[in-house]
């Protein structure tokens, strides 16, 4: 059973760029499909991008061409990289794993996750 750990989120003002992370242990990293969700305050946790075993991705439209999902296999770590970030990208942010390799952006197809963390964007 994969455990995953988010880390890089922090506060910082509309158009700066950050790098999430989300380290996974106690598993075969490659062997899961990855994504990321987030959730902002009085809102339901939403998909933001989505990674299969060998770098295929997926991006909601909301963070299209701005976000980028991306995975290291050898370090079994997964990434999510945020540029020209928005005060509606506020949210907590949290990776996920899934065993069945094809896509999906529903939370309930994610039995593993992370706790999360925080990003705030201020104007």
């Known amino acids: 059973q994969v455990q995953l750990a988010e880390s890089g989120g922090r506060q910082l003002q509309t158009g700066g760029s950050l790098r999430l992370s989300c380290a996974a242990s106690?598993?075969?990293?490659?062997?899961?499909?990855m994504g990321w969700f987030r959730q902002a305050p009085g809102k339901e946790r939403e998909f933001v991008a989505f990674?299969?075993?060998?770098?295929?991705?997926i991006h909601a439209d909301s963070v299209k061409g701005r976000f980028t999902i991306s995975r290291d296999n050898a370090k079994n770590t997964l990434y999510l990289q945020m540029n020209n970030l928005r005060p509606e990208d506020t949210a907590v942010y949290y990776c996920?794993?899934?065993?069945?390799?094809?896509?999906?952006?529903?939370?309930?197809?994610?039995?593993?996750w992370g706790q999360g963390t925080q990003v705030t964007v201020s104007s």
């Open positions: 996920a794993a899934r065993s069945v390799r094809s896509f999906s952006s529903r939370r309930s197809d994610y039995p593993y």
């Open positions: 990674i299969n075993w060998s770098g295929v991705s």
């Open positions: 106690g598993g075969t990293f490659s062997a899961y499909a």
